[in-house]
């Protein structure tokens, strides 16, 4: 959704980077692209006057005049204001000393709520708590089956006593029987009956903003007391969110605000307006379709996203949520045992990375990968599906040891996977990689190997090493100095002794001298060149 404020953002700072020192002018300028990045993004005309008002005068105060990097200075200026308008801090829910804890949701028909309420349950299921869902949408046409279907893939209960709308159009008019505000009182004593400690009520939207919707929310609200009212949300309405959030601040009251749809593509200014104008914190974002795409809100993380820092500490809590933990633990003892890495492995390994959610959302979290945004969008994540599709159609024998798969079984794994035999070539090519560098780490103990050791890692390296023989260019015109510069090659291919060569020509050695005999060589003459090695 920042993708554009991202890229407008990045580039500013890109270009102060070439100034050693900043002008008032520098700063000006650099204020002025913001403005107008923040105005593309559709954040709402006072926050954008606030921040750039609070960044201007911090950048020609003494923290950057005095700083060693001023351009850096101003990055860091420019994120602190971020998280400052996104809500400063992070903020949990607050939990009711005496359960239940009694969680009403509002917002506009559409904003997600329904689906949120399945997503909170999950996340605070997650975090050993007992909630139930409490069906107070009467009047969308359906409403009611929907939440018990989230409710049934969430793997919570769902009090439903009246199945409401199921067919009328007319949303401001109630089915026969139905009493919103009874359902959601109702609930509350269901769950004090069944000793659940949250109660998530969904309450009906509009398609806009209107009394009797204000009306039926407020009654519901006095009727259970809830210890938080979100609002939700839609982050790609634009600047009709914040006018949404005002009339339901103003109306109802919300202690927070929850962010759905937060993976689209628009340009994302409710998100960065919200919190500043209605004064209340966001406290949770909805990022995706699944039940699981549902993340608390940190304002400094969002922040380094939108400057393309990366969000480490998300990525590393998502895999650590996804990766089963006696899994790697086995994993890591197979390798300190000294076993080979297998298929069976990598594929247990791609799954448990494919749980933590997609790939491109994965690698989108790590910092400077909004320069390869490109390559990402056109990264495939059914490439994942045809290794897993490989590998599967492989026996047990294969897949612990790849190197007795023949040409006529790689046709035939191909067939049965529905790949070529190409991608099966690529593939074993890839793995054998990947196990050679999983029995590097086993020898160093878990380390990756000193960039000393590989070939071609720097100017001294390369001269611990024999030149590789050259095959075209640098040949005599002679046959027969030509023959010995072959056999030459040929002796240094074996480790055998070369035959003398003519002063000064390797290295610029000899300058009229015969060279040293290569026999009396000395190889740890060079270790004053590496630190003693």
């Given at each position: 959704?920042?993708n554009?404020?991202?890229?407008?953002?990045?580039?500013?700072?890109?270009?102060?980077?070439?100034?050693?020192?900043?002008s008032?002018?520098?700063?000006?300028a650099?204020?002025?692209?913001i403005?107008?990045?923040?105005?593309d993004?559709?954040?709402?005309?006072?926050v954008?006057?606030?921040?750039?008002?609070?960044?201007?005068?911090?950048?020609?105060?003494?923290?950057?005049?005095?700083?060693?990097?001023p351009?850096?200075?101003?990055?860091?200026?420019?994120?602190?204001?971020?998280v400052?308008?996104?809500?400063?801090?992070?903020?949990?829910?607050t939990?009711?000393?005496?359960?239940?804890?009694?969680?009403?949701?509002?917002?506009?028909?559409?904003?997600?709520?329904?689906?949120?309420?399945?997503?909170?349950?999950?996340h605070l299921?997650?975090?050993?708590?007992t909630?139930?869902?409490v069906?107070?949408?009467?009047?969308?046409?359906n409403?009611?089956?929907?939440?018990?279907?989230?409710?049934?893939?969430?793997?919570v209960?769902?009090?439903?006593?009246?199945?409401?709308?199921?067919?009328?159009?007319?949303?401001?008019?109630?089915?026969?029987?139905?009493?919103?505000?009874?359902?959601?009182?109702?609930?509350?004593?269901?769950?004090?009956?069944?000793?659940?400690?949250?109660?998530i009520?969904?309450?009906?939207?509009?398609?806009?903003?209107?009394?009797?919707?204000?009306r039926?929310?407020?009654?519901?609200?006095?009727?259970?007391?809830?210890?938080?009212?979100?609002?939700?949300?839609?982050?790609?309405?634009?600047?009709?969110?914040?006018?949404?959030?005002?009339?339901?601040?103003e109306?109802?009251?919300?202690?927070?605000?929850?962010?759905?749809?937060?993976?689209?593509?628009?340009?994302?200014?409710?998100?960065?307006?919200?919190?500043?104008?209605?004064?209340?914190?966001?406290?949770?974002?909805?990022?995706?379709?699944?039940?699981?795409?549902?993340?608390?809100?940190?304002?400094?993380?969002?922040?380094?996203?939108?400057?393309?820092?990366?969000?480490v500490?998300?990525?590393?809590?998502?895999?650590?949520?996804?990766?089963?933990?006696e899994?790697?633990?086995?994993?890591?003892?197979?390798?300190?045992?000294?076993?080979?890495?297998t298929?069976?492995?990598?594929?247990?390994?791609?799954q448990q990375?494919r749980?933590?959610?997609p790939?491109?959302?994965?690698?989108?979290?790590l910092?400077?990968?909004?320069?390869?945004?490109e390559?990402?969008?056109?990264?495939?994540?059914?490439?994942?599906?045809?290794?897993?599709?490989?590998?599967?159609?492989?026996?047990?024998?294969?897949?612990?040891?790849?190197?007795?798969?023949?040409?006529?079984?790689?046709?035939?794994?191909?067939?049965?996977?529905?790949?070529?035999?190409?991608?099966?070539?690529?593939?074993?090519?890839?793995?054998?990689?990947?196990?050679?560098?999983?029995?590097?780490m086993?020898?160093?103990?878990?380390?990756?190997?000193?960039?000393?050791n590989?070939?071609?890692?720097?100017?001294?390296?390369?001269?611990?090493?024999?030149?590789?023989?050259?095959?075209?260019?640098?040949?005599?015109?002679n046959p027969?100095?030509?023959a010995?510069?072959?056999?030459?090659?040929a002796?240094?291919?074996?480790?055998?002794p070369?035959?003398?060569?003519?002063?000064?020509?390797?290295?610029?050695?000899?300058?009229?001298?015969?060279?040293?005999?290569?026999?009396?060589?000395?190889?740890?003459?060079?270790?004053k060149?590496?630190?003693?090695?």
């Amino acid at each position: 959704m920042f993708n554009n404020l991202s890229d407008r953002l990045t580039s500013t700072f890109r270009n102060l980077r070439t100034r050693g020192r900043l002008s008032e002018a520098d700063v000006d300028a650099t204020v002025r692209e913001i403005r107008r990045a923040l105005l593309d993004a559709d954040v709402a005309v006072p926050v954008v006057r606030q921040f750039t008002a609070a960044v201007r005068e911090r950048a020609l105060g003494a923290e950057v005049s005095g700083a060693l990097n001023p351009a850096q200075q101003v990055v860091k200026i420019v994120h602190d204001e971020l998280v400052a308008i996104l809500g400063g801090s992070t903020r949990q829910l607050t939990l009711a000393k005496r359960p239940p804890t009694v969680i009403l949701l509002a917002g506009l028909q559409g904003a997600g709520k329904t689906t949120l309420a399945g997503k909170l349950a999950v996340h605070l299921r997650e975090q050993g708590h007992t909630p139930v869902l409490v069906a107070a949408d009467l009047q969308r046409p359906n409403a009611v089956t929907q939440l018990q279907v989230v409710g049934e893939r969430a793997g919570v209960p769902v009090f439903a006593p009246h199945p409401g709308n199921q067919a009328a159009v007319d949303l401001d008019t109630l089915p026969l029987g139905a009493d919103p505000v009874a359902v959601a009182r109702d609930g509350v004593a269901f769950a004090l009956d069944k000793q659940h400690d949250v109660v998530i009520v969904d309450t009906a939207g509009r398609l806009g903003v209107d009394e009797a919707m204000m009306r039926q929310a407020a009654d519901i609200r006095d009727a259970v007391q809830p210890d938080e009212i979100l609002f939700v949300v839609d982050a790609m309405i634009g600047q009709d969110a914040v006018a949404t959030a005002n009339a339901f601040a103003e109306g109802v009251g919300f202690t927070g605000v929850v962010l759905s749809k937060l993976d689209g593509d628009a340009r994302g200014g409710a998100a960065l307006s919200v919190a500043t104008v209605t004064g209340r914190p966001i406290l949770f974002a909805s990022t995706g379709e699944q039940l699981r795409d549902f993340e608390v809100f940190h304002p400094d993380r969002m922040a380094s996203r939108i400057l393309d820092m990366g969000d480490v500490l998300t990525l590393i809590e998502q895999a650590q949520k996804a990766f089963d933990a006696e899994q790697t633990e086995r994993m890591a003892g197979k390798l300190a045992a000294g076993e080979d890495f297998t298929l069976d492995d990598f594929l247990m390994q791609m799954q448990q990375l494919r749980n933590a959610g997609p790939l491109k959302k994965m690698l989108g979290m790590l910092p400077g990968m909004g320069q390869m945004r490109e390559a990402l969008d056109s990264f495939d994540e059914r490439e994942v599906d045809r290794i897993q599709a490989i590998i599967q159609s492989m026996t047990p024998a294969e897949r612990d040891t790849p190197k007795i798969i023949n040409g006529s079984r790689r046709a035939r794994i191909a067939r049965g996977s529905g790949t070529q035999p190409s991608e099966i070539n690529q593939l074993l090519e890839r793995f054998d990689q990947a196990q050679k560098m999983m029995r590097q780490m086993a020898k160093s103990g878990g380390n990756m190997p000193g960039l000393g050791n590989m070939p071609g890692s720097g100017k001294k390296a390369r001269g611990r090493q024999a030149p590789p023989p050259k095959k075209a260019k640098g040949k005599s015109g002679n046959p027969a100095k030509r023959a010995l510069q072959e056999q030459q090659a040929a002796n240094r291919q074996v480790g055998a002794p070369a035959a003398p060569t003519a002063p000064g020509s390797a290295f610029g050695l000899g300058q009229g001298k015969p060279p040293a005999d290569p026999g009396e060589f000395d190889p740890t003459s060079f270790g004053k060149l590496f630190g003693g090695r």
